[in-house]
Nanobody, 124 residues
């Protein structure tokens, strides 16, 4: 299974950005997919996750109102729409997947497959 995250960039506070995660291999829609982020000098932090069907989502409190996770199983894509970005959202964002589960986990250690990360920088 391969995951590729892209769509990061440099934006100003208050701007929006959409990250994409391409999932390939095996049955690509048979995965829970999560987004995590890691800022310089900090540990990896849960951002959002979505169930296999897209019917169940979970968010970190810090992003709950501003970010939206979605997926298009026909395209094997998962998205993270980020609105009202803040400087504290600056981090490398990773998408990750758990195979064949119904648990929408917030724990990085539960995820089996990881993409390479995409940098998001929000200037004040």
């Amino acid at each position: 299974v391969q995951l590729q995250a892209f769509g990061g960039g440099l934006v100003q506070a208050g701007d929006s950005l959409r990250l994409s995660c391409a999932v390939s291999g095996r049955t690509s829609n048979n995965y829970v997919v999560g987004w995590f982020r890691q800022a310089p000098g900090k540990g990896r932090e849960f951002v959002a996750a979505i169930s296999r069907s897209g019917g169940v989502t979970a968010y970190a409190d810090s992003v709950k109102v501003r970010f939206t996770i979605s997926r298009d199983n026909a395209k094997n894509m998962v998205y993270l729409q980020m609105n009202s970005l803040k400087p504290e959202d600056t981090a490398v964002y990773y998408c990750a997947a758990i195979y064949s589960t119904v648990v929408v986990s917030r724990r990085a250690q539960d995820y089996d497959y990881w993409g390479q990360g995409t940098q998001v920088t929000v200037s004040s």
